[in-house]
């Protein structure tokens, strides 16, 4: 937005994340930084991304395409939403001035970051609980979503962390409680354009485990993040 996030500066490096999936203890459920344990919470979650919402449950349950409004007037025919399907009824729609057009670009938009950042799969596919979800505009900012993300994130790391397949992470919520990155946009908003990627892979070169971090470079205790040690 604005320019303000460079593709440069958020790239992402797998070995990065590797690293942080690897410092996981599945007993605590913590990721291991130097000599101290840290949680992931969701309010790393929520300040990271500047993501405001409500606190309404979302609840998890089995539905079916055939159910779902937006499936049907979009005329989707896979058996998943995917996101070369969104993108494509976005250019189709953009240039709709009818209110139902301009509505389901918002809700395609919505589904794109669900699919691609907040809940992403190997598949790029979005469940159609979460196209459930934003057929109603006026209930989305309700929803707990941040819970949904912290809960999806934790529940991918716990489960496959040992194999390293599949998994998830956030390399920005490194540079946030560590010392390895210079901050770049000190009052950024949201705090994903505060750091430059690429400087936190050259910090982690000489470093194979986060446990190896020396005590300069290790976890800050940061006001506005609460968390557990």
Same mark, same amino acid.
């Given at each position: 937005?604005?320019?303000? &996030? ?67 007037? &979009? ?61 109603? &505009? ?92």
């Amino acid at each position: 937005m604005n320019k303000k &996030l460079l593709s440069d500066n958020c790239r992402k490096y797998d070995e990065v994340v590797l690293k942080i999936i690897q410092s996981y203890e599945e007993d605590s459920s913590s990721f291991t930084m130097g000599d101290r344990k840290l949680k992931l919470t969701k309010e790393h979650v929520k300040v990271i991304f500047g993501i405001s919402c409500g606190s309404a449950k979302m609840v998890e349950t089995n539905i079916k395409k055939e159910s779902v409004a937006l499936a049907k007037r &979009l005329g989707i025919k896979e058996a998943r939403l995917s996101t070369p399907a969104m993108k494509q009824k976005i250019k189709e729609l953009k240039s709709s001035k009818k209110e139902q057009d301009v509505d389901d670009v918002v809700r395609l938009l919505y589904l794109y970051l669900c699919a691609t950042l907040f809940s992403s799969n190997q598949g790029t596919t979005v469940k159609w609980l979460y196209v459930q979800h934003v057929e109603d &505009l006026e209930k989305v900012k309700q929803y707990d979503w941040i819970e949904a993300i912290t809960k999806y994130l934790l529940m991918s790391i716990h489960k496959n962390h040992k194999e390293l397949k599949g998994l998830k992470g956030s390399t920005y919520w490194l540079c946030e409680h560590t010392k390895l990155v210079d901050v770049k946009n000190p009052n950024a908003v949201p705090r994903v354009i505060k750091w430059k990627i690429s400087d936190l892979q050259k910090s982690l070169k000489d470093f194979e485990h986060l446990s190896q971090l020396p005590g300069d470079k290790g976890i800050m205790s940061l006001l506005f993040f609460p968390f557990d040690v």
